[in-house]
Nanobody, 123 residues
Framework: QVQLVESGGGLVQAGGSLRLSCAAS????????MAWFRQAPGKEREFVAA????????YNANSVKGRLAISRDNAKNTLYLQMNSLKPKDTAVYYC????????????????WGRGTQVTVSS
């Protein structure tokens, strides 16, 4: 089993940047498709971005295109989310997730989850 731990969240002003990391242990992530999801207070968890196991393919939610970018370093067993031009509506707990089968954007299809890291964007 793979264990995931997110870090890098915090408080940032609108227009600022953050880089989230998701460190994996237990298994190498090279065999997993991975994704970022987020959940704002009172809302359902939603898809942000996904990346294939070898890093060749990425997918982004329309709401974050051009501002948030997912990447991975399989040698470091780490997933990243670079967030630029942050907006107050980006405020949420951000979770990384992993799955073995085909890459998807659906929350319920991911088997392994971290505990999340809080991102708060002030206006």
């Amino acid at each position: 089993q793979v264990q995931l731990v997110e870090s890098g969240g915090g408080l940032v002003q609108a227009g600022g940047s953050l880089r989230l990391s998701c460190a994996a242990s237990g298994r190498t992530i090279s065999g997993y498709h991975m994704a970022w999801f987020r959940q704002a207070p009172g809302k359902e968890r939603e898809f942000v971005a996904a990346i294939s196991a070898n890093g060749d393919s990425t997918y982004n939610a329309n709401s974050v295109k051009g501002r948030l970018a997912i990447s991975r370093d399989n040698a470091k067993n780490t997933l990243y989310l670079q967030m630029n031009s942050l907006k107050p509506k980006d405020t949420a707990v951000y979770y990384c997730a992993a799955r073995v089968m085909t890459i998807t954007t659906m929350v319920t299809t991911y088997n392994y989850w971290g505990r999340g890291t809080q991102v708060t964007v002030s206006s």
